[in-house]
Each structure stands twice: as C-alpha cells, then as structure tokens.
C-alpha cells in the first residue's frame, strides 16, 4: 500500500513537472490567406507566456504591415495586411512567418516576405524572443565581439547568397537571433533588403555570449 501511494505521488509530480514544462513553450496556430496579389501563411501563438506571446505579435505586426489586434481573429489580421499592401502597391507579396526554435530561454520566428513588382526583392528577418519577459534579443545580446567581427564572419559564412559587396566591409549586421545549431545574421545581398546569414554556432562560439543552460538564459 504503501509503495503505491509513493508511486501515485511521483506520478502526480512528474504530471505537475511536465505540466509546467509545457506551460513554458508556446503553442501556436498556423493560419494562411491566399488573394490575386497577397498570400500569407503565419504560425500565430495562440498560448504562452503573456509578455512573450506579446512581443512576438507586436514583431508580426512589423512584418505584415498591419496592427495585429488582441484575440483569435488571425485571418481577420491577414485580411487587414492584405487590404493594407493592396492599398499602396501595384506588385504581388507572399509572406511566410514560422516559429523555428524555442528552448526554455527563447524562442525564434523567422520570416521571408517576397515582393514581386517587376523585379523580385525578399525581405528575411530571425528574432529571438526572451521568455523572461518578451522583448526581442539584441545583437549586443548574442555577440560578445565588436561588429567589424561581425562582419567578418557574416563574410565568412556567406555560402551562396549573391554579393553586392567586395569584402566584410561592405556587411552591415542588422539583427540576429538563434535557431538550433546556427546562428542566423539579417544584412545585405543582391536581392535582399535583408538576407540571412548561417552562422555555424559551434564554430563561432568564442565571439558569443554563451550559457550552460542554453542560448539564452
């Protein structure tokens, strides 16, 4: 008897552990709208930390060019960035925003906005949210080195995106954020009025701020 009750115990414990575990994380919700000239697909959160789900809407709202309101009506939200860029442009968008990582520190959306008008130009951007209280991680956050270093690894770790620059020099870090195993660099390209640069986190450990827990914490 007594035996059971101590294994009741530790499983309603461990329930408790991994309830509150999963209190941490965000869930979310993936909503897409698809018109003549706007398409969108966006993994919303729906439940998390207030602050945290705060600051990643707000983020979106920057991306989508339309104040994202308070509740569920994320098509309704969709439907006012479309009205918003039909509004004020000849061309075509297509948006695509996704959580890409989440640790018990952070957790990362990234996103791609094609705009198509004539030529095409692509707009990325990676942020990484903090769970203690939802504000976007800085560049000064991650980097624990001078942006001329910066630059130099973006240079380094520009893989295949097409130039405009000659060298390092030419970098101009915009924002930066966390995924697994990378570290993702916003700057310039051929192209692009933001790009990404895959940084390789074990390769550049020495130029960041790190932590025993994880990215962020």
């Known amino acids: 008897m007594v035996g059971n009750r101590i294994g009741a115990i530790l499983f309603m414990m461990l329930a408790w552990v991994m309830q509150l575990s999963a209190q941490d994380f965000l869930s979310t919700e993936t909503v897409t709208?698809?018109?003549?000239?706007?398409?969108?697909?966006?993994?919303?959160?729906?439940e998390g930390a207030p602050e945290v789900v705060s600051g990643v809407m707000q983020w979106m709202?920057?991306?989508?060019?339309?104040?994202m309101g308070e509740g569920s009506n994320f098509h309704g939200m969709l439907q006012a960035a479309n009205d918003a860029f039909s509004a004020s442009n000849s061309g075509e968008r297509h948006v695509l925003i996704e959580r890409s990582y989440e640790d018990s520190g952070c957790v990362t959306f990234e996103s791609m906005v094609t705009d198509k008008d004539g030529s095409t130009v692509r707009t990325a951007d990676c942020a990484s949210f903090s769970k203690r209280d939802g504000h976007r991680i800085t560049m000064d956050e991650i980097f624990d080195c001078d942006m001329q270093t910066?630059?130099?690894?973006?240079?380094?770790?520009?893989?295949?995106?097409?130039?405009?620059?000659?060298?390092?020099?030419?970098?101009?870090?915009?924002q930066a954020g966390f995924i697994d195993g990378w570290v993702v660099v916003i700057g310039p390209a051929r192209g692009y009025k933001g790009a990404p640069y895959m940084l390789r986190y074990e390769e550049i450990e020495e130029y960041l701020k790190t932590s025993e827990k994880g990215y962020y914490e």
């Open 33 to 46: 709208l698809k018109n003549s000239r706007f398409s969108a697909s966006v993994e919303f959160p729906i």
């Open 61 to 67: 709202g920057e991306i989508l060019g339309a104040k």
């Open 150 to 174: 910066v630059k130099r690894l973006m240079w380094e770790y520009r893989d295949e995106l097409p130039m405009e620059a000659d060298g390092p020099e030419g970098m101009r870090p915009l």
